[in-house]
């Protein structure tokens, strides 16, 4: 069956196993080894009846034979071992190279994608690479050769017999022409069940608090475990297929062994074949169960495995961002100057424009501020800075070149970010603050913790610095993230320094201390602020007002508060007016 993605599925599934090809080739060839002189057997089998028939000696017979099973085994363990190392670094490579994609994606892309879905793939899919990718393509070669072999082989007995034996392989093919396709459609409607379901997972753990707030556990339960059970009813659909192809070849060569054994009788009987003849050919059709079974389970696996490699590549598939250096180049250390000049924005073809013609003149070194009503742009405007959206139109010029022309590397390195909601990873609270820069110094960190008022904090922690977080800074409060996020931001020594609301969970205290220490850094470096408290803002030394995506005013507070009503009913609201 094949599907317009087929082709790229192949080549994904041959791109794993294109670096393991040697173990693959080798421990392919034991197993085939292995499979011909089991292969063997039966014609040492014949002679030794013809042997006893004549009363010769057996001994020198018997040794052969022993000595085939053994080699046979020996050979066969062998390849098994290689096969299964090379399964193996299959799903290593598929996870490598999986992660590499998943960490180079576009923001977009990864917010339109469920994480747990995402995480499924990594886990799940892959796994199921093991098989395909080694003994289900060294089965399949292997199943083939030897099957053709013996088939060749009891030609070369009896013609009669054989045609009884090819007419049992119709009747496998027969199934398993119509199971494996069912096979593939189930296997990919349970990976996508579980990744369904890892996503729903992903959803509650994520909102854990909110879930038991709202009482909505039995409702999550509930959508989990349908999403659970979507997988095992997919799971069993496929299981039914599998059985069926396979058992149609233990079936088939029973009924096969039972025709073979009445029609070679009677041909013994009037003396067109010898009884060793007869023998050696049962023993044929009782070992072609084996390469048949090898056949079919490599093509199960094989359908399993391309319903995995399907899923893998829609990965591959998503946007990543422009691969760029691999270290960020050197940039300068002052204040970067930045330019919006008539910049547009929307956030899908299909909505509307969220920025509609932004222009801002950002000089190096000082403190701007966006304020504004909620949804009005502003945080959509650092995200084009740092370009997890590109503008539909217009441009942003940092020191007077297109961010679109910059290396990415080098641009971010000279950003420091402090999101909306302060995100935390898990870890310690050291790795957070010096997640933007690994090497910073034992005084460097301890400086951004005083600045930030931090230190009482650590201080108060069991382990100080090396104290862990929990998930998303979980064990922190809210304005603690907010000033851990801002030490990692400063730590980094940024030449712009991206604010987004990072004062709202902070008590009065808190905002003074950290208005002094956002001055300080506007001495050196660029800041942009976004702020709904405009007493955080008051002292930038531009203000610029947005307003439904476009720029309403910018000035001074005084200047605004005197020329721009939305301003001046910000600060009456806020108390601020005559301050
Ligand atoms: N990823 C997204 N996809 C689609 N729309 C988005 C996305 N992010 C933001 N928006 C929309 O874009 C608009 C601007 O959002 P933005 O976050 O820039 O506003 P803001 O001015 O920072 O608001 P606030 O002050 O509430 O933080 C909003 O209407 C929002 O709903």
């Not at 399964?87 to 190279?97: G, H, P, W, Y």
């Not at 997640?435 to 600045?451: Q, S």
């Not at 930030?452 to 800074?473: A, I, K, Q, W, Y």
């Amino acid at each position: 069956m094949r599907t317009p993605i087929d082709r790229p599925a192949w080549r994904t599934l041959l791109g794993y196993v294109r670096p393991h090809r040697r173990t693959v080739l080798i421990g392919g060839t034991l197993t085939l080894l292995g499979g011909l002189a089991a292969a063997a057997q039966p014609l040492a089998a014949k002679a030794l009846v013809d042997r006893l028939g004549t009363g010769g000696a057996i001994t020198g017979l018997l040794a052969l034979l022993v000595a085939l099973a053994l080699a046979a085994a020996a050979i066969a363990m062998v390849g098994d071992y290689l096969l299964e190392r090379a399964a193996e670094s299959v799903v290593l490579v598929a996870r490598k190279r999986l992660t590499r994609k998943l960490l180079s994606l576009r923001v977009p892309a990864v917010q339109r994608a469920e994480p747990g879905d995402l995480m499924s793939r990594f886990t799940s899919d892959t796994t199921l690479l093991r098989e395909v990718c080694t003994s289900a393509l060294v089965g399949l070669v292997t199943g083939a050769v030897t099957t053709v072999v013996m088939v060749v082989m009891m030609g070369v007995m009896d013609l009669a017999l054989l045609g009884v034996t090819v007419a049992v392989l119709a009747v496998v093919g027969l199934f398993a022409g119509a199971g494996l396709p069912m096979i593939e459609k189930a296997s990919r409607a349970a990976q996508a069940a579980v990744g369904d379901t890892g996503a729903r997972l992903e959803r509650a753990l994520g909102a854990f608090r909110t879930v038991k707030a709202a009482g909505a556990e039995a409702r999550e339960i509930a959508a989990i475990e349908r999403g659970a059970e979507d997988a095992w009813r997919a799971g069993l659909r496929s299981a039914r297929w599998e059985s069926l192809v396979h058992g149609s070849n233990t079936l088939a060569i029973q009924a096969a062994f039972l025709a073979v054994l009445g029609i070679g009788g009677a041909r013994v009987a009037t003396g067109a074949i010898s009884l060793s003849t007869l023998v050696a050919f049962l023993l044929f059709l009782f070992y072609l169960t084996e390469p048949i079974g090898q056949l079919l389970h490599a093509g199960s696996r094989l359908s399993v495995g391309l319903a995995a490699v399907r899923r893998l590549s829609e990965v591959e598939e998503m946007q990543s961002e422009p691969a760029g250096a691999a270290h960020a180049e050197a940039v300068a250390k002052d204040g970067a100057r930045l330019v919006f000049e008539d910049v547009r924005f929307r956030y899908g073809p299909e909505l509307p424009e969220v920025l509609r013609g932004v222009s801002v003149d950002v000089p190096a070194t000082g403190m701007t501020a966006f304020v504004g009503p909620s949804g009005a742009g502003k945080s959509t405007l650092f995200a084009l800075i740092e370009r997890f959206h590109e503008p539909s139109a217009g441009r942003i010029l940092m020191d007077g070149r297109d961010l679109a022309d910059w290396d990415l590397a080098s641009l971010r390195a000279g950003v420091g970010y402090v999101e909306q909601d302060a995100p935390m990873l898990s870890g310690t609270l050291r790795d957070n603050l010096v997640y933007g820069r690994p090497d910073a110094t034992e005084e460097e960190i301890r400086d951004a913790v005083a600045h930030t008022r931090l230190d009482s904090l650590v201080e108060r922690l069991p382990e100080g610095l090396d104290t862990p977080v929990g998930h998303r800074g979980n064990f922190l409060s809210g304005g603690e993230r907010q000033r851990v996020a801002l030490a990692r931001a400063l730590i980094r020594r940024p030449r712009l320094l991206l604010l987004d609301e990072i004062t709202s969970q902070l008590d009065a205290a808190n905002e003074m201390a950290i208005r002094d220490v956002v001055t300080t850094a506007a001495k050196t470096m660029t800041v942009l602020v976004v702020a709904h408290r405009l007493s955080t803002v008051t002292q930038a030394d531009r203000i610029v007002v947005v307003d439904n995506g476009t720029v309403r005013a910018s000035g001074t507070h005084d200047e605004l508060v005197a020329s721009d009503s939305m301003y001046a009913d910000f600060a009456a609201t806020q108390l601020l007016v005559g301050e």
